[in-house]
Every structure is written in C-alpha cells, then in structure tokens.
C-alpha cells in the first residue's frame, strides 16, 4: 500500500538555525498538506497545495516559514530561524482530490519531529 | 467559527470494557465527519468517517454516527483491547479546503 513519506524523522537544531523538512506524498495526490502538531494538541494546519498551487497559507508564519511544491509533487517545508516554540511534530498529509470535496480522506506521513534548544 | 470539542482524556479502561468518546462540532454548512487515530510515534489513521447525517461509519469494531441535530460524531466501540491504545481525533472537513481537528483523547486500555 502507497505511504505519505517523510524526512527527516527526527531533528535537533539550536534556535536561529534554518531546518527543512521533505514529504513525498502518494503517487497521484494532487493535494498536499502541512500541520503541526503541538504535543497534547490536535494538527492545526500550516499550508495546503493543489498541485503545485498554495491555496490556503493562512496559518503560516510567513516571516520564517516557508514552503514549495515546485512540480506540484513532492514538498519542503522550512523554518528560518527557528525559534523555541517551534518544537513540534510537522505532519505531512496528502489526498487525491483537487476540488477540495468534504469527503476526501486525508492520508498523513510518519512526521517529523522537531526540537529547538 | 469552526470548531470540535472532544471529552478530554486520558481515558483508562480494562480491555473489554465499553468504550464511548464524545465529539460534538461547531461548523458552516454540511461537513464530512472524521475519526483519526495515532498510535505512539507513528502519524494519523483514518479510523472511519460519515458523509451524511445518519450514515454510521464502522471500522475494527469502532462506530460513530453522524447526528446533525445534535452535531455530534460519537465513538464508541464493544469491548476494548490493549492494541486500541492511542489517541484519538474527531475532525470534521469543510467544503473547500479546510480540516478542523479536535484536540485529541488519549486512551489507555489495561490488561
């Protein structure tokens, strides 16, 4: 069965450093999502893509975030410089529909987890 | 604005006891009704999900319904097992391009 694939899976960075984070989504996904997820907290979206199109980056703090989906398959995502309250797990999540229907299940990587020191 | 409220947790139970999670959600217009679960380490799952109101959605002996007039996506399952321990999304998706998560509720099933 096709995964969401992520990388890295772990990451340790001083604050003021930059870190980026890869997704390769399922084969055929035209969308692709970023969320971070707080510990005890549910993900709370960072930016979505349709094909190689943001479409919704309301969330993101565009002073140091920032993301691309040149070809409109694979994604980085960076930070720079990353602060303290960064640290999170960054979730990567893909869907195959491109009209952004109610009923699309979302597929979600393995995510990566990020501490800032 | 939208939102999902979620019981909070951790929820502890003996395995084979009745599991219930509570969900209700605050939303515009007609949404599609999610369970994730996410075990330790690991991302999301897709547990089940209803598209309508009524529709029950059912999975490794998990079910919820969708209940418009309560706006509420409750979990319940049988008779739990040590592997059912994780936590647990109710999450609901706008049409559009926008999924409200709750904020999780961490069960934990004792043999």
């Known amino acids: 069965e096709a995964e969401v694939a992520q990388s890295p899976r772990y990451k340790i960075t001083e604050k003021s450093q930059a870190v980026a984070f890869w997704c390769d989504p399922i084969?055929?996904?035209?969308?692709l999502y970023w969320y971070r997820q707080i510990l005890g907290q549910g993900p709370e979206l960072l930016v979505q893509?349709?094909?190689?199109?943001?479409?919704?980056d309301s969330q993101l703090p565009k002073d140091r975030f920032s993301a691309e989906r040149l070809k409109g398959v694979d994604s980085t995502l960076k930070i720079q410089p990353a602060e303290l309250g960064d640290s999170a797990m960054y979730l990567c999540?893909?869907?195959?529909?491109?009209?952004?229907?109610?009923?699309?299940?979302?597929?979600f990587g393995p995510g990566t987890r990020l501490l800032v020191l | 604005g939208n939102s999902v409220t979620q019981m909070e947790g951790p929820v502890t139970l003996s395995e084979e006891a009745f599991l219930t999670i509570n969900c209700t959600y605050t939303?515009?217009?007609?949404?599609?009704l999610f369970w994730y679960v996410q075990y330790p380490g690991e991302g999301l799952q897709l547990l089940l999900k209803?598209?309508?109101?009524?529709d029950k959605g059912s999975n490794k002996g998990f079910e919820a319904t969708y209940r418009k007039e309560t706006t509420s996506f409750h979990l319940e399952k049988g008779s739990v097992q040590v592997s059912d321990s994780a936590v647990y999304f109710c999450?609901?998706?706008?049409?559009?391009?926008?999924?409200?998560f709750g904020a999780g509720t961490r069960l934990f099933v004792k043999a």
């Open positions: 999540a893909s869907s195959r529909n491109s009209q952004g229907a109610p009923q699309e299940t979302q597929y």
């Open positions: 084969s055929g996904h035209a969308t």
């Open positions: 893509f349709q094909d190689e199109s943001v479409v919704d």
């Open positions: 939303a515009t217009g007609y949404p599609s």
């Open positions: 209803a598209t309508k109101a009524d």
């Open positions: 999450a609901f998706h706008t049409g559009g391009f926008k999924t409200i």
